[in-house]
């Protein structure tokens, strides 16, 4: 059975798209504990992401690093938190959030974001992305 990140990635179910290319995608998460919260994730379903093959690896760290640069001109943060966590779908992704502090990658803070909230969001980022 597809992960929910391959039926968004597919267009089965609607995703708040920043990033897409051949080996990955990168969609706003729809429970933010920040705004920018956003999810990297490889197109091919790899539950672990040790088991990623080291130049899908490589990859993603380089969309996101281009991602975390955008954040920052966006966002006026101090860094960009990057975070793989893993427990709450089976397919690797990775969490990058803008951040000042660290209680600003407490994931208890997490809550549903509106839909039209998190569209203008991804627009400000691909902006960024694209400038």
Do not use: N
């Not at 709450?88 to 407490?106: F, G, K, N, S, Y």
């Not at 809550?111 to 980022?125: F, G, P, T, Y």
Request: proline fraction near 5%; include cysteine.
């Amino acid at each position: 059975m597809a992960s929910i990140f391959s039926r968004i990635i597919d267009g089965e179910l609607p995703g708040h798209f920043v990033w897409q290319d051949e080996h990955c995608v990168a969609i706003m998460t729809i429970q933010p504990i920040k705004p920018g919260h956003l999810l990297v994730i490889p197109r091919r379903e790899i539950d672990h992401w040790d088991d990623m093959p080291d130049g899908l690896s490589a990859h993603l760290m380089s969309v996101s690093g281009k991602l975390a640069k955008a954040l920052k001109q966006v966002y006026s943060c101090r860094r960009v938190s990057l975070q793989i966590v893993g427990l709450e779908v089976p397919h690797t992704h990775l969490h990058l959030v803008p951040i000042d502090e660290m209680r600003d990658i407490d994931f208890s803070r997490a809550a549903m974001a509106d839909s039209d909230a998190l569209a203008a969001e991804a627009e400000k980022i691909r902006a960024a992305v694209a400038a």
